[in-house]
């Protein structure tokens, strides 16, 4: 069926002119930092692609501890493409959680969380821990020595916090340590839970960018910026940098595929010089910088508060920044912004480095 005859049948059948005068009234506004308005929609992009390659390995997966590492080595080596799927859905995910980092910190740069937005930035923080967790979810799946030394750190690190950390860490790992048991968890969270709970999220979060539109960074909301058509001015250059984004992911995939390690020994000694995925980096090189322990007080434990303290100020920033909320200037705020970034993009090269 050709566009004309596609959008007759579809005419005869449905009232289509309200969504038509929605396409045509919703403007974006032009201005020198429209380019972070692209920065969510790439982020979905890629989340759908993940869910899509995610699909294609669900069918040939083995969630048990004797199969779970020899079902990604037939994925790899047996199945057709198997390789091509494993490394696009590994690639789709890195470059899924950095785009989503670039979103935050430029929604947070441009204080685009303040008020009446201030649920879109709580949704998006929700969707943020999501993803991390998707991550280290789907990291475990492997079951490598790295996945598996990786996954008893980060449990740990979550039992390490006051009051309900124990209770984090055994529901994480389905028991007192990591087993088969926190591979069928792990599954049931990457395949099911996540996904659905993403899906909901990401709809909540859209649906509010459309209900309040998008904002226009204080700085130039005293300027007459102009304004251009969603539809089809925006949409093109969405689906151009889509393509753009697949084409850099497909390359990735076809040249860096991932590596498989030898296969996990829960009663081996941890591997040396093993280093989790780049976005736990910044919180891994702050809990190194505090000491065994401070003014006789456990230093691991005072070391996660400041951390969570930190995180929950980020997530509650839209309902600090009052000055912001209020439609004005606020350098105290672009300053706080500016930290966050300059920090996490430090400690996560030092990591790196180190
Ligand atoms: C799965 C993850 C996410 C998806 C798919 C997503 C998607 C989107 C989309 C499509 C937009 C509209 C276009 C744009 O302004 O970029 C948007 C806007 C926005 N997002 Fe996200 N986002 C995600 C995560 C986040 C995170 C982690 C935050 C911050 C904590 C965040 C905060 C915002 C804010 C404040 C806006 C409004 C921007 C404005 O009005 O100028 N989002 N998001």
Not at 22 to 49: M, N, Q, V, W
Not at 328 to 338: D, E, G, Q, R
């Amino acid at each position: 069926m050709n566009y004309p005859r596609l959008k007759h049948w579809l005419e005869e059948r449905y009232d289509l002119t309200d969504v038509r005068k929605f396409a045509k009234s919703k403007l974006i506004p032009e201005h020198r930092y429209d380019f972070l308005y692209y920065t969510g929609g790439i982020t979905l992009f890629l989340f759908i692609i993940q869910f899509i390659s995610g699909m294609l390995l669900a069918f040939y997966y083995v969630p048990h501890i004797d199969h779970a590492y020899k079902s990604i080595i037939d994925i790899v080596t047996k199945i057709n493409m198997g390789w091509f799927f494993r490394s696009f859905h590994h690639w789709g995910a890195q470059l899924a959680i950095l785009f989503l980092f670039i979103h935050l910190f430029g929604t947070l740069l441009v204080k685009a969380y303040r008020k009446p937005r201030e649920m879109i930035w709580v949704t998006g923080f929700v969707l943020l821990i999501i993803s991390i967790f998707f991550g280290l979810s789907g990291y475990l799946l492997l079951w490598d020595e790295r996945a598996f030394a990786a996954v008893r750190v980060a449990t740990g690190g979550a039992g390490a916090l006051p009051v309900i950390g124990e209770f984090i860490k055994i529901f994480l790992r389905g028991g007192t340590e990591v087993t088969g048991e926190t591979i069928v968890r792990f599954y049931a969270f990457h395949v099911a839970i996540l996904p659905l709970i993403t899906l909901c999220i990401i709809g909540l979060h859209v649906l509010l960018v459309q209900y309040h539109g998008v904002s226009v960074p204080t700085s130039l909301e005293k300027n007459k910026t102009s304004a251009v058509p969603f539809f089809p001015n925006v949409f093109y250059k969405d689906m151009i940098i889509w393509l753009i984004v697949l084409g850099v992911v497909v390359t990735l995939a076809v040249l860096l595929p991932p590596e498989i390690g030898i296969q996990a020994d829960p009663l081996a000694p941890p591997p040396e010089n093993i280093k989790p995925e780049w976005y736990f980096l910044c919180v891994l090189e702050t809990l190194k910088l505090f000491p065994g322990e401070i003014l006789g007080l456990n230093g691991e434990t005072i070391a996660i508060l400041c951390v969570s303290t930190g995180i929950l100020f980020l997530f509650l920033i839209p309902f600090f920044a009052r000055k912001a909320n209020r439609g004005k200037k606020s350098p105290l705020f672009t300053s706080i912004a500016v930290v966050y970034v300059v920090y996490f993009v430090t400690m996560t090269v030092i990591g790196f480095l180190s």
